[in-house]
């Protein structure tokens, strides 16, 4: 059964029906999917739930999509919450865990709002789009295009854009055209682009359906914490998509019956070369200004002025929640320990995110028995270009030496959820 009833500006209260593909409301705003909250109340027990399949479609109830529509998936979501063992004691963080977004197809948490996206463009008829990115989104929306049978234009700054997102888009069919130019100038030729050909633009919060993908995550949150919400969420903030669906997510929970009032702190986690949102905190605005000169190795936050920024920004403030910027030596510092000590192989901007919490922590604004969660948004395994490897070469007529090794570290029994 559907419980989705119509799209709704964040800003007018305008409303707009699902029959169509709208990218924002008349007032150049932001749409959000808006349900039968009260039907949901009173006929999905939230115990359902826990007998479905471990993906992100189990909470389909509070997804836009109507009774009869399919929908295209590789199994997204229900990433697993993994307990820093070692790291969060050693932080004074005992329950310091890491939501490990990196194991969602394409390894990154961007399968979630491709999977919803992709699914309500088939449905609505919608065959060819152009995604502008910075990388990793490209190979997600690449992706499920092609399992969707879509004509899919990724275009990234030939600058910035990672190799391993460049092939990943080609191996799966997509159109490749990389911008030599700023971000600015990806989207406004990405949006000229798709003008000119009829092409559908997919850019974050410019369209309504990306963020009821990632707001998911919220919903995992809720429920792998036994449907009472962590004190404190750090997220790796760009565009914001993930912040401001969480944030939609737990108001949805509360007016289902299946969470109360309690809502975590929100950390929105930037780069220091790269943090808009962090200064606008500071400054006590309710927008952005545009940051000049970008200058980070962390991809997936280098955005200058996301454009839903006034929703970060509220979701922050009514959480009681701040930003931190982070270095991308601390960053990079901390991507190794993560590995070396927990095994956790984690991207920079999942690592900027354990490096923010540890730094509240020190000043306080953390305390220690909060129950952290630290996002990872994608895989490290798509940042080879960041891991040095030197190797020693022994060749086959000499013996390998060991000695030179460190001793393991110590373990200790890690914290459950």
Not at 201 to 225: H, N
Request: proline share 7%.
């Amino acid at each position: 059964m559907s419980y989705y009833t119509h799209l709704e500006c964040t800003a007018c209260g305008r409303t707009h029906p699902t029959d169509r593909w709208l990218g924002v409301c008349t007032c150049g705003r932001s749409l959000f999917a808006r349900y039968d909250l009260a039907r949901i109340r009173a006929e999905v027990p939230r115990e359902s739930v826990t007998h479905r399949s471990p993906t992100m479609w189990r909470y389909r109830e509070l997804m836009p999509f109507g009774r009869d529509e399919s929908v295209v998936t590789m199994g997204e979501g229900y990433t697993p919450i993994v307990p820093l063992a070692l790291v969060g004691p050693a932080c004074g963080l005992p329950r310091l865990f890491v939501k490990d977004e990196g194991r969602n197809p394409t390894g990154v948490f961007k399968a979630r709002g491709a999977a919803v996206g992709v699914s309500k463009a088939r449905a609505l008829g919608i065959n060819r789009l152009i995604v502008p990115t910075v990388g990793s989104g490209g190979s997600a929306w690449a992706a499920y295009g092609a399992r969707a049978g879509l004509e899919i234009v990724v275009t990234m700054p030939v600058s910035d854009a990672p190799m391993i997102a460049r092939k990943d888009c080609v191996v799966t069919g997509a159109h490749v055209v990389l911008i030599d130019g700023t971000t600015t100038d990806l989207f406004r030729m990405s949006q000229r682009a798709a003008e000119r050909n009829g092409w559908t633009p997919i850019v974050a919060l410019q369209e309504p359906f990306r963020v009821e993908g990632k707001k998911t995550m919220g919903f995992e949150l809720a429920e792998q914490f036994g449907w009472e919400l962590p004190d404190v969420v750090l997220y790796p903030t760009g565009g914001g998509v993930g912040l401001i669906g969480m944030w939609k997510a737990f108001e949805e929970l509360e007016a289902v019956g299946w969470i109360g009032s309690k809502r975590p702190r929100l950390v929105a986690v930037q780069a220091a070369g790269c943090a808009p949102i962090v200064r606008a905190i500071r400054n006590g605005t309710e927008a952005c200004e545009p940051w000049e000169g970008m200058n980070t190795i962390v991809p997936g936050v280098k955005v200058a002025k996301a454009f839903a920024d006034w929703l970060i920004l509220k979701a922050i403030r009514a959480s009681g929640g701040t930003g931190v910027a982070v270095d991308d030596p601390e960053t990079l510092a901390m991507q190794h320990r993560l590995a070396l000590e927990e095994g956790l192989y984690v991207s920079p901007e999942g690592a900027m995110t354990v490096a923010a919490a540890i730094r509240l922590r020190e000043s306080g604004a953390i305390g220690p028995h909060d129950t952290v969660v630290a996002f990872n948004t994608a895989t490290g395994m798509r940042y080879p270009h960041l891991v040095r490897d030197e190797l020693p070469i022994v060749h086959a007529d000499e013996e390998i030496v060991l000695d030179g090794f460190p001793k393991p570290r110590a373990r200790v029994t890690p914290a459950t959820t």
